[in-house]
């Protein structure tokens, strides 16, 4: 697979406010492997495809408030919890999240970790062109 690095979307998710950025603003980096010299691809569901990076940032800032009960869930069991969690997800033929997996987890608090995966899971897109496409977004939890 061919990893390109993803922008960051940093994120301070504070107990009862809104989510805020931190830093300056970036967008999820989109990105699909090309197939290996030779290969073939049998089901349409491998072929990779492409969505445009602002709608993913725009589904994923739509489900903040869900990430947000997550993390403050955490801070519920440890005030001091913060840290990043980094989610490698791909979208679907159909738009939806086929399959997602925490990538780098900085948060010392596994329920809240499988919590924001499951949330990802829920995630829909619009159908992306030609195929299906991987994304990695992280986000910085911190409290307020």
Avoid: W
């Amino acid at each position: 697979m061919h990893d390109e690095p993803a922008h960051e979307v940093t994120l301070a998710l504070e107990r009862g406010a809104a989510p805020r950025l931190l830093g300056a603003e970036a967008t999820a980096k989109a990105y699909s492997a090309p197939a290996a010299k030779g290969q073939t691809t049998c089901h349409d569901q491998d072929v990779p495809g492409r969505l445009d990076a602002a709608h993913i940032q725009e589904v994923v800032r739509s489900h903040y408030d869900r990430f947000r009960q997550c993390y403050e869930d955490a801070l519920g069991r440890n005030p001091n919890a913060e840290g990043r969690v980094v989610v490698r997800f791909v979208i679907g033929v159909d738009g939806k999240v086929a399959r997602a997996r925490v990538q780098e987890n900085g948060l010392p608090d596994c329920q809240a970790v499988r919590c924001v995966l499951e949330e990802y899971l829920g995630l829909t897109f619009h159908p992306p062109n030609g195929g299906i496409v991987t994304v990695v977004y992280p986000i910085m939890f911190a409290p307020g």
